[in-house]
């Protein structure tokens, strides 16, 4: 709790041997906009459904059943996309409605298409693991194969 109110306490430090009235008044200007400075900054990426839904925004909405949401997250932030993700639990798979507001549907829509190519070129491409394991049965069979004998001459030859 302390913490929070230490973070929220606006801190005016002005080293001067006499403190002026104009001296304080540029030192609470350089505050003041410093404050307008941290409160224009909206925010972006996912956010809470009271900051999606601000007055006189629509809201959309597109249900998805993938379970690997998280993957969509750095492409949202690269098209500046805000969004909010909810899990629906309504059957065996969980679904995911994703909520963005009604004026980013081209964005949306764009975002969602390159996440779409993104998890199909990764399902396309050969498993690690599975070539591993080929290639430890190949060396398997190869080492079957091979010589266990071994001949050790230790006779001295002149």
């Known amino acids: ?4 109110v230490n973070e929220k306490v606006v ?3 002005i080293k001067t041997s006499k403190l002026t009235a104009e001296v304080l008044q540029k030192a609470m200007k350089a505050v003041l906009d410093k404050g307008k400075q941290q409160l224009s900054k909206a ?4 956010i809470t459904m009271r900051q999606l839904m601000k007055p006189g925004e629509k809201v ?3 249900e998805i059943t993938d379970a690997n949401i998280k993957a969509f997250d750095p492409i949202a932030k690269k098209n500046g ?3 909010n993700v909810k899990r629906i639990e309504n059957g065996k798979p ?6 963005f507001r009604g ?3 081209d964005v949306m829509t764009e975002a969602f298409r390159e996440f ?3 998890k199909l070129s990764r399902e396309q491409k050969p498993s690690i693991r599975k070539a591993l394991a080929a290639f430890r049965e190949a060396a398997k069979q190869l080492n079957a194969n091979r010589q266990k004998t071994k001949h050790k001459d230790r006779g001295i030859e002149l």
Not at 1 to 4: A, F, L, T, Y
Not at 43 to 46: C, L, N, Q, R
Request: hydrophobic fraction near 30%; charged fraction near 25%; aromatic fraction near 6%.
């Open 103 to 105: 004026k980013d549907i």
């Open 11 to 13: 801190a005016l430090s």
């Open 60 to 62: 959309t909405n597109i």
């Open 1 to 4: 709790m302390q913490d929070e």
């Open 94 to 99: 969980p679904t995911y409605l994703v909520s």
């Open 116 to 118: 779409s190519a993104k």
């Open 43 to 46: 925010p972006h990426g996912k």
């Open 81 to 83: 996309l805000d969004y």
